[in-house]
């Protein structure tokens, strides 16, 4: 089945291989599969039909297809204060990292192209984070000894700027918000980088409208080309917006909205809970109810913030 997943090409084919995939973890995940029989919802017929597992599961069980063994990897969510983690298992890194750099270059660019400077300092110093991960794998892709993560030392990473716009290649800056906002703080030009960035503002700074942010940070920057990335541990697969701040997906992820208050009630063009599809995660669950609100739409989704009382998470939730 991973091997199908990267060739998904129409509709019928992702159908098609979601049913399939459900069939295997409603066997295999034995907390997937106690939360159908608990629903009596085992037999779909069509995507629409098959329940989302929700994502608070992650923080107590151990949402997985496989067996964990003691030397198994896993990420951890980013938190703020005492907030629980979740915890999701690896058993194949590489396949992660296909996943994600199939997305990036799909919507961002091809790394051997580019000059990365990744500003994460929360997940740098929380540890166990799939952000670094991917990002660890896309700077050595990009085979340039300039690109690499910065923790607060915005000197440097302007001095590497300088250097980055002599070579002529694509300068993609990435960070959580509040460290674009401190970016964007300092008032210099970054007219020729694009910015990425990934939400989180770890409570260090008032949260922002994703309008509101894109405009402080375009004017203290001076930047022309700003992308929103969407993700969370809990998932293999990302999601990107440009400036309309309509998130697109790759082919083998699908977004369902569903009623605040019917989980299987689908809602398209109106506010309703996110329910992801992310094909790649087979060793877990691919079939996850976000604490997001969003807006399904024929091209795409919105972000809308978050579900009420949800926990602040780090992966681009911005609330309202």
């Known amino acids: 089945m991973k091997n199908d997943i990267f060739n998904i090409s129409s509709p019928e084919d992702f159908s098609k291989n979601a049913l399939e995939i459900f069939d295997y973890q409603a066997e295999k995940c034995a907390v997937y599969k106690r939360y159908l029989e608990s629903l009596g919802r085992s037999k779909p017929t069509n995507i629409e039909e098959i329940p989302f597992l929700p994502i608070t599961f992650f923080k107590n ?70 952000l670094v991960c ?28 300088e250097q980055a716009k002599a070579t002529g290649k694509e300068i993609v800056i990435f960070g959580v ?33 994703k309008s509101e942010l894109f405009n402080q940070i375009k004017i203290g920057t001076s930047c022309k080309k700003i992308i929103s990335e969407y993700g969370m ?41 996110l329910n992801i599809i992310d094909l790649a995660n087979i060793d877990s669950c691919c079939f996850i109810q976000t604490q997001d609100i969003g807006i399904q739409l024929s091209n795409g989704f919105t972000i809308e913030g978050r ?14």
């Open 177 to 209: 918000s509040y460290s674009l906002l401190d970016l964007a703080a300092r008032n210099e030009n970054y007219e020729s980088a694009t910015i990425v960035e990934t939400g989180g503002m770890k409570g260090r700074r008032q949260e922002l409208s």
């Open 233 to 273: 541990t809990e998932l293999f697969s990302q999601s990107y917006a440009g400036e309309d701040l309509i998130f697109s997906s790759p082919p083998w992820m699908k977004i369902i909205t569903t009623d605040v208050s019917d989980p299987f009630s689908i809602v398209v063009g109106r506010r309703g809970v």
């Open 134 to 161: 991917m990002f660890e794998r896309l700077i050595r892709l990009t085979n340039n000894e300039l690109s690499g993560f910065f923790l607060k030392d915005l000197d440097e990473l302007r001095r590497k700027y």
């Open 61 to 130: 069980l151990d949402v997985v297809t496989e067996q964990i063994k003691e030397d198994t990897p896993f990420f951890l969510s980013s938190g703020t204060g005492n907030s629980e983690r979740s915890k999701h298992w690896i058993f194949d890194v590489e396949y992660y990292l296909t996943s994600c750099l199939h997305a990036y270059k799909s919507f961002v660019g091809d790394p051997e192209n580019q000059v990365i400077f990744a500003l994460l300092p929360n997940y740098l110093e929380q540890g166990n984070s799939g």
């Open 307 to 320: 579900i009420q009382h949800a926990d602040i998470r780090g992966c681009n939730q911005l609330v309202e």
